[in-house]
């Protein structure tokens, strides 16, 4: 039974290039790994590799994808929702969709891993007197 998700540094640059800071990005990497192993968790209980194959196909490429969110918030802008700027009758402005750099996983994210949608469960209903104390 496999308890822990990695993704590696090249596994991440072959998706979106060397990383400036692979010291930062690798603790990224972990972290991202363990959300997504608690949303697993939390949808399925305890990780069995091989239990969800959409899961499983789909871990590393969603890590590196959320990592990659955190990490392109330009150094200058951390923290800033907007920016605009203007120059005579020209105004040119831009809006951040992760100004703190967080790790979040969004729907499609959750949708690419199997743990997303409706749940269909039952109860068996007691028969008899005889379970009855």
Not at 27 to 43: H, K, N, P, Q, V
Not at 61 to 90: E, I, K, L, M
Not at 95 to 107: I, K, S, Y
Request: glycine share 10%; hydrophobic share 40%; with cysteine.
């Amino acid at each position: 039974m496999a308890t822990d998700l990695t993704v590696t540094l090249e596994e991440y640059a072959a998706r979106y290039g060397t990383p400036p800071d692979p010291e930062r990005l690798s603790a990224l990497l972990s972290d991202a790994c363990d959300m997504l192993l608690t949303a697993y968790e939390g949808r399925w209980g305890c990780y069995v590799e091989g239990a969800h194959p959409a899961f499983d196909r789909g871990y590393k490429a969603v890590a590196c994808a959320v990592v990659s969110r955190a990490v392109n918030v330009p150094d200058c802008f951390a923290g800033a929702t907007q920016y605009s700027q203007t120059a005579g009758s020209y105004n040119a402005s831009i809006t951040f969709a992760n100004p703190t750099a967080d790790l979040w996983l969004g729907r499609s994210d959750l949708k690419r891993l199997g743990l997303a949608g409706t749940r269909i469960g039952s109860i068996a209903p007691m028969i008899g007197d005889e379970d009855r104390a």
